[in-house]
């Protein structure tokens, strides 16, 4: 019932937005090793992996990892320790998979010298952190670590997109399989055109982004007509 108590039909979309997102977050920023989480994003920003061998030990770096652990949160951020008994390299290997930002290391060497070890997940780069400043360290590096996935991103994708005047260069930018990427092209709005590019190239207008030329507009890319439309083609998998 609206407002009014009319019976109405109420319109409702579903894109699988987070599934689809799940997928391109894994496209674009996964590597040989698996995914690598964006910070903001990912389920946990910190994974710290206490290494021991004797009982002894372990009980050691137990007590500094609870602490650790206790000013990561306080701090802000999303925690877990691994206590699985599993080896070292096996932990690394997992949390790398799975793509946490930042791999936190104690050992008994670690505790006795009051620092632990930072190992960021996008180049591996590994420091010694004393264990005072880890909280404010671990923080600069995830907004670093945020900030140049997203400047490699955004460079990859500018890097993969084109301009096109006529219908023979988005042709020739669509049979270009080393370099595929979008065409940004004008467009006069008609169906037609779109169908015949789509037969033609297998590309489809994915979007008519906000971000346009200055002049209000140009010659459809296809069919040459007046066209007020700016959009971006691109082949769907």
Not at 74 to 101: C, H, I, M, S, Y
Not at 164 to 185: H, I, K, Q, S, Y
Not at 222 to 229: F, I, L, N, P, S
Request: aromatic residues 8%.
């Amino acid at each position: 019932l609206d407002a009014d108590g009319t019976r109405k039909l109420a319109w409702t979309t579903s894109w699988g937005t987070s599934t689809r997102l799940i997928g391109a977050a894994i496209m674009v920023h996964g590597d040989t090793s698996g995914l690598r989480m964006p910070p903001r994003v990912a389920p946990i920003q910190v994974v710290i992996v206490p290494i021991w061998r004797k009982e002894e030990e372990r009980a050691l770096v137990a007590d500094a990892v609870a602490a650790v652990e206790r000013d990561l949160r306080a701090a802000g951020l999303r925690v877990k320790t691994d206590w699985r008994d599993q080896t070292p390299g096996f932990k690394f290997n997992d949390w790398e998979l799975r793509g946490v930002p930042l791999r936190l290391e104690i050992g008994p060497k670690d505790v006795g010298k009051d620092q632990a070890v930072l190992v960021r997940r996008d180049n591996r780069a590994k420091e010694f952190v004393p264990r005072a400043d880890l909280a404010t360290r671990a923080q600069t590096l995830l907004a670093e670590i945020q900030q140049g996935m997203y400047d490699t991103a955004l460079a990859f994708r500018q890097s993969r997109t084109y301009t096109a005047a006529t219908f023979d260069e988005l042709a020739a930018r669509m049979a270009d399989r080393p370099n595929l990427g979008f065409v940004e092209a004008w467009w006069c709005g008609s169906a037609t055109c779109e169908a015949d590019i789509k037969a033609k190239t297998q590309a489809t207008i994915r979007c008519l982004p906000f971000d346009r030329p200055e002049e209000a507009g140009g010659k459809c890319v296809y069919c040459g007509q007046d066209a007020t439309e700016w959009a971006i083609f691109a082949k769907a998998y």
